[in-house]
C-alpha cells in the first residue's frame, strides 16, 4: 500500500484547507484510516480516524468542532477538511492506513503552516 498526502501548504489564521491521501497498491487490504500530526520539537499525535465504511469518525479533542474526516472507497482517497485554522495547528500531517492483521501504512507527509 503506498500512501500520498496532498492539499498542505500556508495560510492565515482562520483559514481553511482540505488535505487528500490518495491509496494504491493493495488497496484491498485497507481498513481504517486515520490523520496523524507532527510539530517541531513534539511526538506525531493522532488528529482523527475513521472506520474502514467511513461509518464511525473520532477526533482528538484540539480539532473537534474544526476538522471533518471523510473517505471516498470508490477513489481510494481520504480528506481532512480542516476550518478555523490556528497556529497551533501548524505540523506535518500524515496519512496512516490500517492493513490486514493491524499492519501500518504512511504516507510521506504534508507541511501545513498556519499564520497569525
Known amino acids: 500500500v503506498q500512501l500520498v498526502e496532498s492539499g498542505g501548504g500556508l495560510v492565515q489564521a482562520g483559514g481553511s484547507l482540505r488535505l487528500s491521501c490518495a491509496a494504491s497498491g493493495s488497496t484491498f487490504s485497507i481498513n481504517a484510516m486515520g490523520w496523524y500530526r507532527q510539530a517541531p520539537g513534539k511526538q506525531r499525535e493522532v488528529v482523527a480516524g475513521i472506520t474502514s465504511g467511513g461509518g464511525s469518525t473520532n477526533y482528538a479533542d484540539s480539532v473537534k468542532g474544526r476538522f471533518t474526516i471523510s473517505r471516498d472507497n470508490a477513489k481510494m482517497t481520504m480528506y481532512l477538511q480542516m476550518n478555523s485554522l490556528k497556529p497551533e495547528d501548524t505540523a506535518v500531517y500524515y496519512c496512516?492506513?490500517?492493513?490486514?492483521?493491524?499492519?501500518?501504512?504512511w504516507g510521506q507527509g504534508t507541511q501545513v503552516t498556519v499564520s497569525s
Open positions: 496512516m492506513a490500517v492493513g490486514v492483521a493491524g499492519s501500518r501504512y
